[in-house]
Structures are given as C-alpha cells and as structure tokens.
C-alpha cells in the first residue's frame, strides 16, 4: 500500500533563517506530488506540484521555492523565511491519470518568529 | 476565476442529518472531491463523484452534483461527534493542463451533542 511521509509535525524558526521540509512517498513509482500551504482558518493554497523528477510548476510568486531530487521525494525550501510564511504546509500525491485524487500527508505545522 | 466557494460553518446536533454545499467553476471538471480534515491533521479523501454521475452514495454520505449550476453538495446522515471536522471540496482543472486540485475554503462542521 501507498503511504507517505513529512516531517517535521512542527516547527518553530526565527526569521530570516532558512527552511528545508521533506515529504516521501512510498509504495509507488512515478507519482504527481504537490506542497500546500494552508493560513489560519482558510483554505489550501497550491505552492507547488511536480509531475516528474526536476520538474516543478510554481502556482504564485513567493520566498519559497522546491525541488524533487528524486521520484519519491519532494523538498519544500526557503533561503530566508519571512513572517507570512507561517501557517500549515501538506504535502500531497496523485497517480497520474484524469482522477488526480490527491493523498495528504500529515501536515507541518511552521511558526516564524 | 478558480474559485471553488463553501459556506464558513455548520452547526447540526448529533443524529440529525448535515449538508454541506460547494460551487464550482470549471465546467471541465471530470472529478469532484470531499475532503475531511481533522484538527492538526492532514485531509482525508472521503469520496469523490463522476461529472457524469447525479449522485453517488457510501454509507452515511450521499453527493449530489447538479452540473448545470456547478452545484456539489455532501449529506452526511446520522452525524456523530466524530463528524466534527473541515470538509473541502475540490475539483480538477481539467482544461489548464494543470494536474492539481483546487479546494475550497472548507466548510467547519460542529456536532453538538
């Protein structure tokens, strides 16, 4: 069975400090991976998706950026983080297909200071 | 535009019936997706429907799409405590190319015993 991971489940870091956030997949090969992001009280917001290793589409202008080093993994980083980028970040797989059903993983909850 | 709009809140007591409502915008979409999220937690595929599909029912969840008004509606019957969570809904974009889903800004449900 699929399954995937992130980490951290929380994270608290100063500002202008850099960020790193990693997600991997198990369990199947070739997935559409995504990064949410998701404010207070609001809906997701798409920050990323990947539909192949080194591939990565920006949905919106902003201080973070990703990279898909290999198949199953996807990094979300930033060099300096910034106040509004607090919030819960989720990372997500799809099979590629019309159904783009997407899998969540358990959130990282990310506070700057 | 891409929006996919809900209403902010449900209140229900428990054992009565709860329907939450989405409108869409893409015409295009071949699926439609319910989403659950519990507190701190990541989403939960809960069903999706078909474009082609009226109505689709599993156990205590009945979806009703009516297309001509891009209409999506989630009836949770018997609601419990435990139905106490975010529910999204989302669709896919099919004519961006784009391979991700948008959501909704989550509709919170409050079970009241």
């Known amino acids: 069975s699929q399954t995937i991971h992130q980490w951290p489940a929380t994270l608290v870091q100063p500002v202008g400090s850099p960020l790193s956030l990693e997600c991997t997949v198990e369990g199947t090969s070739n997935p559409n991976l995504y990064w949410y992001r998701q404010a207070a009280g609001r809906g997701l917001q798409l920050l990323f998706y990947s539909v192949g290793i080194g591939q990565i589409s920006s949905e919106v202008p902003q201080n973070l950026s990703a990279s898909r080093p290999q198949d199953r993994q996807f990094i979300l980083s930033s060099k300096k983080l910034l106040l509004s980028d607090s919030g819960f970040y989720l990372c997500?797989?799809?099979?590629?297909?019309?159904?783009?059903?997407?899998?969540f993983g358990q959130g990282t909850r990310l506070t700057v200071v | 535009g891409e929006d996919v709009e809900q209403s902010l809140f449900l209140s229900v007591r428990e054992g009565d019936s709860s329907v939450i409502n989405c409108t869409y915008t893409d015409s295009s979409s071949t699926y439609l997706y319910w989403y659950k999220q519990e507190p701190g937690a990541g989403l939960q595929l809960l069903t999706y429907i078909f474009s082609n599909m009226d109505m689709k029912q599993d156990q205590r969840l009945t979806v009703l799409l009516n297309k001509k008004d891009k209409h999506l509606s989630l009836r949770i019957a018997d609601t419990q405590t435990g139905d106490s969570a975010i529910y999204f809904c989302?669709?896919?974009?099919?004519?961006?190319?784009?391979?991700?889903?948008?959501f909704g800004s989550g509709t919170r449900l409050q079970v009241q015993p």
């Open positions: 989302a669709e896919n974009l099919m004519d961006t190319g784009r391979r991700a889903l948008t």
């Open positions: 997500a797989w799809s099979v590629f297909g019309i159904n783009t059903e997407a899998f």
